[in-house]
């Protein structure tokens, strides 16, 4: 086949590539976008979007079962685990085929397939048709990331799954083990647990969803074992025994070694960029533990190659590969592009209580060498909580007490993925401790505990 040239080419077609594809259009590029599996990537259709999809039929089964609070009557509630699932995909499809229709209203050239640098802007293609050759003046890499496996605790797809496995089960535990308790962990471990599974979790951290606050950490951890979750941490899974039906999990407890057993076992690990066979170490482009190494605009270092998403590091996060994206898109356009602020991205976890997120820990800003004022409100103050029948939970909010600037905010509770964004805007427009004071909330809202928190912080909180 003949040479195609590009202004852009992008590896991978997930929540970094294909924002960078459409971004890129957008501008009069002309673009294409290499992808081998499916386009939207892991997120849209073995992440963030299908795991939604069945953390909403839990949270639905939940409030079934206590349809008697809010005065109304549900009897024999049950579920359909295959039915949970077929509509999980069912939402996953639908978006994958929402940017099929973004690529052709945008011109961007989709290609099904294996890519591979080739250098001085050339990508190898390898499809079902054959080989072709692509030229790019700008390449993006965004490959994304796959499951870490530990040596001995590798997913089979039987007994011990990943991500992927525990997306489409093809049966209910009824004792499941989640090693480590992150995002991923935590969620698929709070599905499970709400549709009746003895689930118990072990991180080796110090606490459950270790990079948040501690006091999330902790409200969280109680919020779980009330829901009937064995939570053990500063523990670690040494050995799984696979037998007929069953594993035996040897863990470490206090130093020393338990065994339990299990009929299911969910790995989250954390995970690995997918740089392999992509001919970046020929090319020159350093990678660093799995991760490309890339400046705060995305440049690799290898003239007009740049890296975005998974595959650069940390935060793994599907809106900052995104953003990237478009920065990058915007950058090799030619227009003013702006790096992002790490500190500045908001984590959400759709657990049960949800857990959302943005900037410094109390213990980072004083760890930073902040004098901090801290704020928190609880849920239980606050009337639209009361009347939703979802009054656990707090917000917390961290200030420097110097300057009113707010260093970072932390959530637990009913719809606090959705209330974090307020907090992400101030943070990005630099807002004071002042200026939200000032801001006139909404009642009755949710978003009322966001204002106490930041009034708490400054002696001035009014329902508490």
Known sequence: MADKSFDLVVIGAGPGGYVAAIRAAQLGLSVACIERENLGGICLNWGCIPTKALLRSAEVFH??????????????????????VKRSRGVAKQMNAGIKGLFKKNKVTSIMGEAKLAGSGKVIVKTDAGEETLVGKNIIVATGARARELPGLEADGDLVWA??????????PKKLLVIGSGAIGIEFASFYNTL???????EVMDRVLPVEDKDISAFAKKQFVKQGMTILEKSGVKQLDRG????????????????????????????V?????LGLEELGVKVDRTHIVT???????????????????APWLAHKASHEGVMVAELVAGEKAHPIKPNSIAGCTY???QVASVGLTEAKAIEAGYKVKVGKFPFIGNGKAVALGEAEGFVKTVFDAATGELLGAHMVGAEVTELIQ?????????????????????HPTLSEMMHESVLDAYGRAIHI
């Not at 407890?253 to 790995?267: M, Q």
């Not at 960029?273 to 066979?277: A, D, F, I, S, T």
């Open 63 to 84: 409030q079934m079962g206590r349809a008697k609070d809010y005065g109304l009557s549900a009897e024999k509630i049950s579920f359909d685990l295959d039915a949970i």
């Open 163 to 172: 991500y992927r496995q525990a997306l489409v089960p093809t049966r209910m």
């Open 196 to 202: 009746g599974a003895d689930t118990t979790v072990v």
């Open 244 to 271: 007929n039906g069953k594993v035996v999990a040897h863990i470490e407890i206090n130093g020393k070694i338990e065994k339990h057993e299990f009929d299911t076992v969910i790995s989250a690990v954390g995970i």
């Open 273 to 277: 960029g997918n740089v392999e066979g």
């Open 295 to 313: 400046d705060e605009y995305c440049r690799t270092g290898v003239d007009g190659v740049f890296a975005i998403g998974d595959v650069a590091g």
């Open 351 to 353: 657990c049960h209580p």
């Open 422 to 442: 307020g907090y992400v805007i101030g943070r990005q427009l630099e807002t004071t401790e002042e200026d939200l004071m000032q801001t006139v909330f909404p």
